[in-house]
């Protein structure tokens, strides 16, 4: 493993460097035991100059114009001076492992900006499409002086709380003329929407998106709202227009000054901060299960007992934990 000076890349991170961010990206996404030593370091060093940027999660069924959409609002945001990062995860293959981090190539503009970074990474195993270190690396961002930071996830099902428990407001993307209006967004995604934004609003389909835009509205008359502060709009977007989305950023800005307002954003910072340590004990207990040499020697042992239902898979499980 080659030498890494971890006083560089906080050098680096904190002067903006985008090798030293990308490099510390690579590093909190690596698996090896020494990698994640070298970043935890750097994460303890860079995390006075983190939290405060405007978080925002972006998540919709495919073919939703998310790209477009992050694109449009990202170059908006950056031509008014904003510094944007774009965390966008890609899906994996659950055969090979491999994803397509094609992102770059879907917003050519964005990605030329100078006040934009755009960060693909796989999503790999975790629930909801968010890469596992999703979290850290926007916090890299965050130290490097990003103020906005978007994160797109890989599609809508129940595991997006993933998404909506790194962000400050969570945003779900949907289309006009589908067929089924509500687009298999299930209710536990309703019930975690900051928003639902109609995307593809100009043309001939201004009629479709008025008629969804009721249907949804209709549909979040039925979802208990989290809290008396916010009720979750209904919004309308173009995003191949210039300055199509801007009603939505907008909207983001209102929500965050009536929950800074409330003391609803600190306590929702803090209740992800505490979430965030649990996720990685589990994540680090899970690891050290796989490590564990007496356990990799009795998994093939109890794993043969249990498909020649000699045991039941609760006593094998116990089993195995005991070991630990």
């Known amino acids: 493993m080659p030498f890494i000076d971890p006083d560089a890349l906080i050098k680096g991170i904190e002067s903006g460097n985008r090798r030293m961010i990308a490099k510390t990206m690579t590093l909190i996404e690596s698996r090896l035991s ?116 978007l994160v797109e996830t890989v599609g809508v099902g129940q595991s997006e709380t993933a998404v909506a428990s790194m962000v400050d407001f969570f945003l779900v993307l949907a289309i006009a003329g589908a067929g089924d209006e509500l687009q298999g967004i299930k209710k536990g995604v309703l019930e975690l929407a900051d928003a639902i934004v109609i995307n593809k609003a100009d043309g001939e389909n201004l009629d479709r998106v008025a008629q969804t835009r009721q249907d949804l509205e209709m549909a979040m008359h039925m979802v208990a709202p989290d809290t008396p502060t916010w009720h979750t709009p209904v919004l309308t977007c173009s995003s191949v227009t210039q300055g199509g989305t801007r009603a939505v950023w907008d909207t983001v800005l209102e929500h965050r000054q009536k929950f800074k307002e409330t003391g609803e954003f600190d306590q929702r910072r803090r209740g992800q901060s505490l979430e965030w340590m649990w996720t990685l004990v589990h994540e680090g207990l899970k690891q050290r299960f796989r490590e564990n040499e007496k356990i990799k020697n009795e998994i093939p042992v109890i794993s043969g007992r249990v498909e020649n239902q000699k045991i039941s898979p609760s006593a094998a499980a116990r089993a195995l934990l005991a070991y630990l």
Do not use: Y
């Open 34 to 149: 020494a990698h994640q030593d070298l970043a935890s370091r750097v994460m303890e060093a860079v995390l006075p100059r983190t939290g405060n940027s405007v978080r925002l999660g972006i998540t919709g069924v495919p073919g939703v114009g998310k790209s477009t959409f992050i694109e449009n609002l990202g170059v908006t945001l950056a031509e008014q001076g904003h510094r944007v990062a774009v965390l966008a995860v890609d899906p994996t293959s659950q055969r090979s492992g491999g994803s397509i981090l094609g992102d770059k190539t879907r917003m050519e503009k964005l990605s030329a900006h100078e006040n934009a970074f755009i960060r693909p990474s796989p999503a790999g195993s975790t629930l909801g499409g968010v890469a596992a270190r999703t979290r850290e690396t926007m916090l890299v961002c965050e130290a490097a002086g990003f103020d906005v930071i």
